[in-house]
């Protein structure tokens, strides 16, 4: 089953407004998400990675004040579009590592949540 | 800086032949770790297969193998006995090894492979 559960899995919402996105891991702790935007038919592009505790990580290009990231417990961080605007229309997807045996870390995704900014 | 190139955007193969998708990396880490994913049309990500830098075989998950190639920095994905639910986006991607680079994964642009029937 899901490790990684996002919600919603899909919004609709006015421009200008804003849209918290949830993603949680079900049955480990993670103390770093990482969150990802997709635009139609394009790759992943890594927006931030979320520290447990801590201020998240931006990558270069994206803006902190307008991608809020709140990784308040060990299970849980959300994602805040904030005055949202119809360029912001996107799939977003978070993801967890999980530590295997070994010392391995695998990825784990929530399935998505799809954002249109009307 | 880490990349990773796919070079493919999209693909055809006939059921039950074999196919490879290509990706190429480059990265200044000496330990680090290429992984393939599929996306279906529904957007979950679908781990196939990981090779880690220092594997000295080629990496196998059922009929998913991993063309490892280091000295040419390229990880082919290798799909035998292609199915008609194989038709997906397939993404490479790179997990660098340093303090830094603290498990993310960086993906290739992707390829979008078509069985037909």
């Known amino acids: 089953g899901a490790v990684v559960s996002q919600h919603p899995s899909w919004v609709i919402c006015k421009s200008g407004t804003s849209v918290k996105i949830e993603c949680r891991s079900l049955?480990?702790?993670?103390?770093?998400m990482f969150w990802y935007r997709q635009f139609p038919k394009q790759s992943l592009m890594l927006m931030a990675t979320?520290?447990?505790?801590?201020?998240?990580?931006?990558e270069q290009g994206v803006e902190k004040d307008k991608f809020l990231i709140n990784h308040a417990s060990l299970t849980l961080s959300t994602l805040t579009v904030t005055s949202a605007h119809p360029e912001d229309s996107s799939f977003y997807i978070c993801?967890?590592?999980?530590?295997?045996?070994?010392?391995?870390?695998?990825?784990?995704f929530g399935p998505g949540t799809r954002l249109t900014v009307t | 800086a880490q990349k990773i190139t796919q070079t493919q955007p999209g693909m055809f193969v006939q059921e039950k032949e074999a196919v490879t998708l290509d990706c190429t990396y480059d990265t200044s880490d000496q330990s680090y770790g290429l992984f393939w994913y599929k996306q279906p049309s529904s957007g979950e990500m679908i781990f196939l297969i990981y090779?880690?830098?220092?594997?000295?075989q080629n990496a196998t998950e059922g009929r998913y193998s991993l063309n490892f190639q280091k000295a040419r920095k390229s990880a082919n994905l290798v799909i035998s006995a292609s199915q008609l639910g194989d038709s997906a986006m397939y993404f490479c991607a790179m997990r660098g090894g340093s303090v830094d680079s603290s498990y993310k994964l960086i993906f290739g642009s992707g390829t979008r492979l078509l069985v037909r029937p």
């Open positions: 993801s967890a590592p999980r530590r295997q045996p070994g010392q391995l870390y695998e990825q784990y």
């Open positions: 049955d480990f702790q993670a103390t770093t």
């Open positions: 979320s520290n447990e505790g801590s201020k998240a990580t931006y």
């Open positions: 090779q880690g830098s220092y594997d000295e």
